[in-house]
């Protein structure tokens, strides 16, 4: 079972999940002993096939750091927050969550896009 730590000091998941806002993006980074990677990527795997059936799901990327790295980053956009809640507190998803590796850590945060003039447009 993946272990789950805040990304932010302040503000948790669990504080986030309780916002009203949309769209939103998931990122999740993932740390896991390099003999672990194997099983992290079946367990996401599995995890994405059920939150891309989920409403509100747009889509999801896995990125794997380079050089030997065994950190993983999981980009994800919902539609909205309650959304991403729905799919998150599903019994089925908590379920899953047990068939990630020991190893693993887990450290979600939901963000929105933002402009910044010369640099990102919405």
């Known amino acids: 079972m993946a272990h789950i730590e805040e990304m932010d000091r302040v503000v948790t998941l669990a ?3 309780q916002a ?3 769209p939103v993006v998931l990122i999740n980074i993932f740390t896991v002993d390099a003999k672990d990677e194997e099983a992290l990527l079946k367990a996401w795997a599995h995890d994405a096939d059920f939150m891309k059936s989920q409403s509100g799901y747009i889509s999801t990327q896995l990125h794997q750091g380079i050089a030997g790295s065994s950190t ?6 919902w539609q909205d927050v309650k959304s991403f809640r729905d799919a998150f507190t599903h019994p089925e998803f908590q379920r899953r969550i047990a068939d990630y ?8 945060h939901l963000l929105r896009k933002l402009t910044v003039e010369n640099h990102c447009v919405a």
């Open 20 to 22: 009203e806002e949309g």
């Open 15 to 17: 504080d986030q999940m």
């Open 72 to 77: 993983f980053v999981n980009y994800a956009i």
């Open 101 to 108: 590796p020991e190893s693993a850590v887990a450290r979600p």
